[in-house]
């Protein structure tokens, strides 16, 4: 097993830009949910991919957007950035479609600065 | 809407106390609570997790009890030690649903 791998660590990005966020996923999870964690708050869920579809996405503007890979890797955009959007971007994976629970698998994280 | 609390925020104890962390949660229709540990700036790592049909769990010092009908976790950690130093968060997720909702966590210093 290598674990939930997200890149990059960290970022700084200028308001009205986009960005790409990765995440690798555990060996043999093939769902992927990400998080956004505003500072001294905790996780909200964005959305989450089962199969290469978005299956479930939480109440974040259109602007943000995924994609999930045959490998079952995964990517964050968000276009035209805002201040607001600074903060630890979450990648979790699990095993199997929706396991209640069971091997949900967190990254590290990516830090994104917007200035 | 699933709203989930925990109290208190914050919390500083001397090495070797035994202490419980609370989360409450205002819909008893849960699929499953986690307990999560979160040191500064990194990902989360679960502790413990008690499905719906379940009433605790057990890890080592980690004891984590579920009252679904009141809405109501605890996270108890038996003789605390400077390590258990971190951001603890509860977390559920509603029947139907694929997303956890979290509470903002308690930040607890354990004190050498």
Redesign the interface.
């Given at each position: 097993e290598t674990g939930v791998t997200q890149s990059p660590t960290h970022l700084i990005k200028t308001r009205g830009q986009q960005v790409t966020l990765r995440c690798s996923s555990q060996s043999g999870h093939n769902t992927v949910s990400w998080y956004q964690q505003a500072l001294g708050q905790g996780p909200q869920f964005i959305f989450q991919y089962y199969r290469e579809e978005e299956n479930g996405r939480g109440n974040f503007p259109p602007r943000f957007s995924g994609l999930q890979f045959p490998n079952y890797s995964s990517e964050l955009n968000v276009n035209a950035l805002e201040l607001d959007d600074s903060a630890l971007y979450l990648c979790a994976s699990s095993p199997g479609g929706w396991t209640g629970g069971a091997g949900y698998t967190f990254g590290s994280g990516t830090r994104l600065t917007v200035v | 809407k699933q709203e989930?609390t925990q109290i208190p925020a914050a919390l500083s104890v001397p090495e070797g106390e035994n202490l419980v962390l609370n989360c409450s949660f205002t819909d008893s229709a849960i699929?499953?609570l986690?307990w999560?540990r979160q040191d500064p700036?990194?990902?989360?790592?679960?502790l413990l997790?008690i499905?719906s049909s379940q009433r605790e769990q057990t890890s080592g010092r980690l004891n984590a009890s579920l009252d679904k009908s009141s809405g109501r976790s605890t996270l108890y950690i038996a003789a605390s030690q400077p390590g258990d130093s971190a951001t603890y968060?509860c977390?559920v997720?509603t029947s139907g649903?694929?997303?956890?909702?979290?509470?903002?966590?308690t930040r607890l210093k354990v004190l050498a």
């Open positions: - | 989930v699929y499953n986690q999560f700036g990194k990902g989360l790592t679960s997790l499905q968060l977390a997720t649903t694929y997303k956890y909702i979290f509470g903002t966590g």
